[in-house]
């Protein structure tokens, strides 16, 4: 815990994003490094309900969603990703066909405000610490959720995944197809923006070098079939909604009580925002 704050709970084939339905201008906002941070630094400083969100706790858990196998056509998973890149060796890139089941979430806590007293009850996976750690099913107006990805044969099948034991094809072939008998919503191009936003922090050179052999490429032999999902322009994304129940969302609480603020306390809140786009820089 020195000198440690928010930590994420995942695993390497899931990823923490956010819903576009919840919060504006997602696509924008994903182009920025260290966007997540930001956003929960923002809704957590300005603590607008006194800790009763779900979103104001030093430990949230949003629900995961999950991404099957089947492909989509190049020109689609192609949109926004620079041109010395593959998208195919990007999970999140590649594959945007998510089911309608929410599966139980895991935990994003920021470990310096946890209080670790009663260790007899354990830490768990999904909720981590039962007592300061909503339940981790999530609810219709988070602000982020986490996307789990089925992924290709080649990334199921690797050997060092302990989490498959055999019928690891039968598997594969069974999870990856859920989204056909039971497509959820067209969601996930909102957060393609994360690569170009990765190349204009680090540069071309720079981004070569990290993502050199990152992946697997597409391979015809193994693939699934391709279909394009019914997005409208072939861009998959949900429109952000005000929530006109108990006052909107979360952000928009936020945004109402910044408006509310007299113009003296617009440097302090300049200076608070600056410092956490440094510390999610860094």
Sequence with gaps: RQNKTWTVYTDIDEFVTMQSRNVPNVTERMHHSGSILRLIQHVQRHNITGGKDRDERPCITPCRIQFGAIESPLSEIRHGVPDFLDPYRFQTLRFRHAESRH??????????????????????????????????????????????????????????????????????ERNGRKSLSDPGPLIGDETRGWI??????????????????????YNPQTAMEELSPNCTNGICTEEFKTIAEEGGSILEKIERHVAGKSWQSDESEEEDESAEETEAES
């Design 103 to 172: 599966y139980v979430g895991k935990a994003i806590a920021d470990v310096s405000r946890l209080e670790f007293r009663n260790m007899q009850q354990g830490m768990k996976t999904h909720q981590l610490l039962e007592d300061q750690c909503p339940a981790p099913w999530g609810k219709a107006d988070d602000i982020l959720h986490i996307t789990h990805y089925v992924g290709s044969f080649e990334m199921f099948q690797r050997s060092n995944d302990r989490r498959v034991g055999h019928n690891r094809t039968f598997i594969w």
């Design 196 to 217: 170009q936003g990765f190349v204009n922090h680090f540069g071309e050179a720079v981004t070569k070098y990290f993502l050199h052999d990152v992946g697997f490429p």
